[in-house]
């Protein structure tokens, strides 16, 4: 298992693009990036997740067009975008051009998708876990493949970020082509997800410290991070949720992000 790391802790906050008018949107943005955050992350879905299902919701990738406007320091991007919405080489060439809107600091999220609303009501075909599976499995190739063919090239090596955690197809892709792993769950479960996903590095033949381990989380550091840090993980990303923003919990994982560091 990999239990060691020299990459620094990193907070994320996910801006969960709900229940709120842009504007709410844009000023926690700016507060987060005030505060010291790494990485602002929003979501890919067209209704909320939770709350009123039909509340008030914006589109992702506009969104992270006008976040590498509105920010100059923190990296950008979706937690996660799903694979299904757009073909993969169009993708490819939106997150090379908000790349460069932003300087070089986006981060290409992407997962297989599940949340079947989005598919129905704006016309995808839902399929099963093991069709989308693989259908993020052929994208990832042409993913790469495009940002080597666009002119201009992004203005560095894109870090893709895959979520999920299933042991035998997701973790595999993310051993194949993932500079980040994000998941979820305690420290019992996340040392399980490492073990495997070191393993699938093997058989592949990377090496696993190549892949940045990113978990989300919730309540007071004190009560997960150290944990959490211990195995490895080095992104930690709280959410923010829709009227208000409420960034005190953030603010918690700043302080202690900042005396791990040293």
Not at 97 to 113: F, K, Y
Not at 199 to 217: F, K, L, M, Q, Y
Not at 233 to 250: K, M, R, W
């Amino acid at each position: 298992m990999t239990t060691t790391t020299e990459r620094p802790i990193r907070i994320g906050l996910q801006i969960q693009p709900q229940h709120a008018d842009y504007d709410a949107i844009r000023r926690a943005a700016a507060q987060a990036e005030d505060l010291g955050v790494d990485i602002l992350f929003n979501w890919d879905h067209f209704y909320p997740l939770s709350g009123d299902p039909d509340g008030k919701h914006f589109e992702c990738w506009t969104m992270l067009g006008a976040w590498a406007e509105a920010t100059s320091r923190v990296e950008i991007g979706a937690l996660v975008s799903c694979n299904s919405y757009r073909n993969p080489e169009l993708l490819a060439d939106m997150a090379r051009t908000v790349d460069h809107i932003s300087d070089g600091r986006l981060i290409l999220g992407i997962g297989a998708g599940w949340f079947q609303k989005d598919y129905d009501e704006y016309g995808y075909e839902f399929g099963t876990p093991g069709s989308r599976l693989a259908a993020l499995g052929e994208a990832l190739p042409r993913i790469e493949k495009r940002f080597a063919e666009l002119n201009p090239a992004p203005m560095r090596k894109i870090p893709v970020l895959i979520g999920g955690g299933g042991e035998k197809k997701t973790l595999r892709l993310v051993a194949r082509h993932a500079d980040i792993w994000h998941g979820f769950g305690d420290a019992e479960v996340a040392a399980r997800k490492i073990e495997i996903l070191d393993r699938h590095c093997a058989d592949v033949g990377r090496d696993p410290a190549e892949i940045e381990r990113s978990v989300g989380v919730s309540g007071s550091p004190s009560d997960s991070g150290d944990q959490l840090a211990d195995l490895g993980i080095t992104l930690f990303t709280v959410s923010a949720d829709g009227p208000d923003y409420d960034l005190s919990e953030l603010r918690q994982w700043l302080t202690w992000r900042d005396s791990r560091n040293g």
